[in-house]
């Protein structure tokens, strides 16, 4: 029961460059739209792993001798490579976005638009809940993940108000909370406002940067020479993390250089020019129009 509509799906999976005998990482799995198309191009002897820490995307797997799923978030690549006794790989996929299913199923509270508790835990059975975080943190606490995470200039009144409603009473619905802050947003801006908020409650819930940036700096370790990498990011803070990483090897950016000055980086980057949806793809999924595709070859 495929519920994701996989974004940059034929120009990711050609990002790969898929050799039919090689080992392959799918670190979103999702849907399982991004693991077919893989599992099409590789061939009797090639092998995917698909790593996904919501344990409803189990509903999706794959009938097929070569694909393993990974319920685990895919900050611990590196342990779950050892497990298997795979010690490189040729390539890696990972497709950052929510996905559409966890968005319309209005119970994982993901969404201001539906009615719902505020959970947007990707793994349920894990860590602290949107609620949680709302009605425990410290003033200081919600200033920085409103500012860092939602780049919101506003964050400090947004963290005095839900101080001042949760004094009298806990903050436990969606609803609640749109009620509360939906009157803070500029004037026609609505949406776009309550999305920052999710997003920066959301990335908090699930350490996504703090993941994500493992994850990153496993790869290096993880792929072989000649091997790709391919993220898709859907907003800036992760798209930079991505960038920065593809270009120097390091999380800051900073390219490093030897003693005839020559760039020290183990990536060669493919698409100097970032990979966007296309006027048919958005037609057809509107989801997909802040994703961008980033390609990287390691070189040694």
């Known amino acids: 029961m495929a519920y994701h509509r996989p974004v940059l799906l034929s120009e990711s999976i050609e ?22 198309q893989i599992l099409k191009k590789l061939g009797k002897n090639g092998r995917l792993l698909a790593f996904d820490q919501d ?14 799923f990974v319920n685990a978030n895919f900050r611990y690549l590196k342990n779950f490579l050892r497990f298997y006794h795979i010690p490189k ?13 966890q968005i ?27 609620a949680d975080v709302l009605n425990t943190y410290k003033e200081e606490e919600l200033i920085r993940i409103f500012r860092e995470y939602g780049e919101l200039r506003n964050a400090g009144t947004i963290a005095r108000v839900i101080l001042k409603a949760r004094a009298s009473s806990s903050i436990t619905t969606t609803t609640q909370l749109a009620e509360l802050l939906e009157k803070m947003a500029p004037h026609g ?46 907003h800036s803070l992760e798209d930079r993390l991505v960038k920065n990483f593809m270009k120097s ?20 980057i493919i698409n100097r020019k970032v990979i966007v949806p296309g006027e048919e793809e958005l037609k057809q999924n509107n989801r997909a129009r802040s994703a961008k595709l980033r390609i990287a070859e390691m070189i040694e």
């Open 189 to 234: 801006q609505r949406s776009k406002f309550m999305a920052r908020i999710y997003q920066a409650i959301r990335i908090e819930v699930n350490e996504e940067l703090e993941a994500l940036k493992e994850m990153l700096l496993q790869t290096t370790e993880c792929l072989e020479a000649g091997g790709r990498l391919v993220v898709i990011t859907y």
């Open 89 to 101: 790989v040729q390539g890696i996929l990972a497709d950052l976005g929510i996905s559409s299913y």
């Open 249 to 268: 090897a390091n999380l800051e950016g900073e390219v490093k250089k030897d003693f005839y000055g020559q760039p020290l980086s183990c990536w060669k």
């Open 55 to 68: 344990p409803d995307a189990a509903q999706n797997l794959l009938d097929d001798k070569r694909f393993t």
């Open 15 to 36: 990002a790969l460059n898929i050799q039919p005998g090689g080992i392959y990482l799918d670190l979103t799995f999702g849907g399982g739209g991004h693991s077919l």
């Open 104 to 130: 319309d199923k209005a119970e994982r509270g993901f969404s201001f638009r539906s009615k719902s508790e505020l959970d947007m835990r990707m793994n349920q059975k894990a860590g602290k809940s949107a």
